[in-house]
Structures are given as C-alpha cells and as structure tokens.
C-alpha cells in the first residue's frame, strides 16, 4: 500500500516559491554565465579585427612613406640637375660674351682692307652670269664692286653680300648678268666700315672680257 508524503498547507507554498526562486537563480546564474562568455568571445573578436585593421593601416603608411621618400628623392634630383643647367647656362653665356668681345676686338684692331677681289669667269658672253667676289679684312659693314667699261668709261657698283667667315678674313660675293655690251672692262672692290674705306692696296684694276 502506497503511502504519500503529506506537507502541510502551510509549508506546501514555501516549498513551490523557495523552488521557483532557487531555479530562477540558477536560471539566472546560466544566462549571466553565458552572456559573460559571449562577451569575452566577442571582445576577443574585436581585438583581432582592430590588430588586423592595424597591421593594415601601418603596412599602408610605410607605402605612403616609401613613395613620399621616393618622390622627395626625385625632386631633389630635379632640383640639382635645374641648378647644374643655370650654371652651365650662365657659363655658357659667359663664354660666349668672352668670345664676342675678343672676336670685336680682333675686328676694331685688324687694318680694314680688301685681300682679294675676282670675276669669275673672266671671260664671258654678254647676258651670261658672272659672280663676283672679294675678300676682306677689318670687320668691314659693306664691301662693294665697281665695274667700269674701258672704251665709254661709263661705271657700275654693285653691293656684295657676306657668304662666310674664317678668322678675320671675311667671303663677300654676288651673282649678277654680265654687261650687255661687248668690250673690256676693269673692276676693284671696295670696302666700308663707318667712315672709313678700303681698297686692295697697291694693286692695279682687275680685267673683265665680254664677248
């Protein structure tokens, strides 16, 4: 026969709420649990993704900080190859202004005088082109040639124009038709230099044949 354990009414509801309250306690002591553990896992989530972020925000600045080097590098380079050109520059310019004032004072200190002068061919047909030419000295700023008829005396000057130079001897030439009428003629060069002018010294006029 079945006996049953009698509580009194009175104890009976201590009992239910004692119960209720020790399970709402372990109840509670299980969640706290939990959420304490899930708190750690995820602050240990966080401090990885911030010490990755981390390692990818220095690996990005040391690239930054390697092209800003790099780029500081190349204008520095920049930088001493513009001022090696100013100076070859202004040594350049210096060189030059060097060479201009000896080569003017060469020019001013030569004796202005005509070297040479010439017709080529000194035989030709009438109409035909002839060249005439001189060389001069003196830095001289215009150098002419008179061609004179010998039978009617009647005479032409021609201004040559500078071709080339060589030292202090200057090439002046010019291409013209030859006289229209036929006979000898004679011709000599002149050259100008301010005020002053020059002819070959000592030297007879050159003859000129127009067939």
Known sequence: MIQYLRIPKNKFWAWVFSSLAIGLLLGAGAAYAYSHTSSASQVDDLKKQLASQAAQDASKLADVQTRLDSADASL?????????????????????????????????????????????PSEVATGDYITLTARVQGGPDKVAMRITSS???????????????????????LTIRAPKKKGTYTYYAIAYSGSKSATMAGAKPSKLIVD
């Not at 039978?151 to 002046?172: A, C, E, V």
């Open 151 to 173: 039978s009617t005396g009647d005479s032409n000057t021609y201004s040559l124009k500078k071709s080339s130079t060589s030292g202090n001897i200057q090439r002046w030439k």
């Open 76 to 120: 520095t380079a920049v930088s001493q190859q513009y001022t090696q050109l100013q100076q070859q520059q202004s040594a350049d310019k210096a060189k030059a202004g060097s060479t201009s004032s000896s080569s003017n004072t060469t020019s001013s200190t030569t004796t202005l005088a005509v070297i040479s002068r010439t017709i080529s």
